[in-house]
């Protein structure tokens, strides 16, 4: 699986468009827990599944607000500043 990465930043947010595969939506509130991977990632990838709770909890602690969502061409992760 290939696909691509851009970086939106703007005076309260930060977006990050990644051009790669759909979360099933019955899944993408858990992305943000420990240990949680894709199915892909859970076949194909060595990662841990730490990546993303370890970013909520940084931004939980900087009081910022966070979402996932698919997009028309893959998945966006906004992180708003407070």
């Known amino acids: 699986m290939e696909g691509n990465i851009s ?6 947010m930060l ?13 993408i509130e858990r992305i943000w827990l420990p ?3 894709g199915d892909t990632a ?3 990838s060595t990662g841990t599944g730490l990546g993303l709770a370890i970013v909520r909890t940084i931004l ?4 910022f607000t966070y979402e996932a969502e698919n997009s028309e061409k893959g998945v966006v992760f906004r ?4």
């Open 60 to 63: 939980e602690m900087h009081g």
């Open 7 to 12: 970086i939106r930043i703007s005076d309260d």
């Open 35 to 37: 240990f949680e991977k």
């Open 79 to 82: 992180f708003k500043f407070q």
């Open 15 to 27: 977006e990050v468009y990644n051009s790669g595969s759909h979360i099933p939506e019955d899944k």
């Open 42 to 44: 859970r076949n194909y």
